[in-house]
Structure formats: C-alpha cells, structure tokens
C-alpha cells in the first residue's frame, strides 16, 4: 500500500496551460515537501508545508495544504516548458534517530512549447 | 553553499567491476542518504547517515557497500553489479535535528551496469 498517491500520474499540456497536481493519503502529517526534479538532475526543494489550510505561492506555483492534513496540492498558472519534470511530494516519518522521508508515486509533467 | 556534489556523472561498469560512488556536502548537514531511483519513478531509500554512523540500511544488497568517512563525505563502493542495478543513484542531505526535515540532493549519477 503506497502511504503518497499523486494524480495525475502523467500530464502533458500546452505552454499557458493551468494545471493542479494532487497528493493524497489517508494518514495525517505534521508536513509535507513538494520537490521538482529536472531531467538529468537531483530533486529540489520547492516548498513546505505545516498548518493545515496553508497556502504558499512560488511565482507561478500555488501549495496548498488540506485542512486535514493529508493531502496537498500544487497548482501552476500558464505553465512554460521549464516546468517541465517530476514532481514529487514527500512526507518526514520521524523514528527517533531514524527519520527518513517518503516520496509519493510522482507526477510527470510535460510542457510543450 | 547550498550545493551537494557527486562524482562521477556517469558510469559505465560490468558485472565484475568495483567501483565507488562519491558524495560531497558542505553545510554543516549531519545526515545524509543514498536514494536508487529508475526513470520516471520516485526516489528509493538505500541508506540512510546519521552523524556518520548507519542508521538505515533498507534491505539493500550486500553488493552496495555505504562508507561515511566524516560529515561531509558519503561514499558508495559497488561490486558484482547485476544489469538491473543500472539506475541513477542521488546523494541527499539534511540537518539531522532541524524539522521539518527538509532534503538537499545531488545532481545524481547515472550508473550502467553492462
């Protein structure tokens, strides 16, 4: 049972496309991260979230955290073709000296110029 | 200095080789990770440093061999590969103490096993 599911899976659209990628769970975290990863490149950090209802805005990104707590969304406004990569969304799991983060399914976006 | 560097970009390798992966940091960060990752799929956990010391090992063969030789270091000695070991693998970093736990990744490098 995968703890992250991300929708959707894949996603091609036209550069000045709106697009909303979903994370969801069934469990309840005290954060969540959203990563990009590039072709060819490591995962960055884009954005984290903590309070329940937040929203964050990165330019033309918009995180929103479920009031609930186990689920997130990231929204895009007119993407452009340096949108293009894997999103992945992330929750810490903290064991004491053993925190590790997990990663949702991912999301496969490509922007088409 | 944000940066999490790792050599080589590429690798080519058979079955029979020994190679090593290196993996370098620069902020003071005190754990740091190994992920596996295949295309289009998310990163895996391999293991995980926490104050140089092994703190996860996730069930990964005993051909990948983890070495931290201080905090800024991590290495990855490989040998006797299998094909399907071919992946790009991604150093990562993060302060140990510091929530919510937030990860700084290498550019990966890309392993073929031949």
């Known amino acids: 049972t995968q703890l992250l599911e991300q929708s959707p899976q894949f996603l091609s659209i036209q550069e000045g496309e709106n697009l909303t990628v979903y994370c969801n769970s069934s469990?309840?975290?005290?954060?969540l991260q959203w990563y990009r990863q590039e072709p060819g490149e490591g995962p960055v950090l884009l954005v984290t979230?903590?309070?329940?209802?937040e929203v964050k805005k990165l330019k033309r990104l918009t995180f929103q955290f479920g009031d609930a707590r186990k689920d997130s969304s990231l929204h895009i406004t007119a993407a452009q073709p340096g949108d293009t990569g894997l999103y992945l969304c992330?929750?810490?799991?903290?064991?004491?000296?053993?925190?590790?983060?997990?990663f949702g399914t991912g999301t496969l976006l490509a922007v088409q110029p | 200095d944000t940066e999490v560097t790792q050599t080589p970009k590429h690798l080519v390798m058979g079955m029979t080789n020994k190679k090593s992966l290196k993996c370098e940091q620069h902020?003071?960060?005190?754990?740091m990770y190994w992920y596996k990752q295949k295309a289009k799929k998310p990163p895996e956990l391999m293991f995980v440093?926490?104050?140089?010391?092994?703190?996860i090992n996730e069930s990964v063969p005993s051909r990948f061999s983890p070495e931290c030789p201080n905090s800024s270091l991590l290495n990855l000695h490989l040998h006797a590969l299998q094909p399907e070991d071919s992946a790009l693998y991604l150093c990562?970093?993060?302060?140990?103490?510091?929530?919510?736990?937030?990860?700084?990744f290498g550019p990966g490098t890309r392993l073929t096993v031949t």
């Open positions: 990562a970093s993060s302060q140990e103490q510091s929530l919510p736990y937030e990860q700084y």
């Open positions: 469990s309840v975290f005290s954060s």
């Open positions: 979230v903590v309070t329940g209802g």
């Open positions: 992330a929750i810490p799991l903290y064991g004491g000296a053993t925190n590790k983060l997990i």
């Open positions: 902020m003071g960060h005190r754990a």
């Open positions: 440093y926490s104050y140089e010391k092994l703190s």
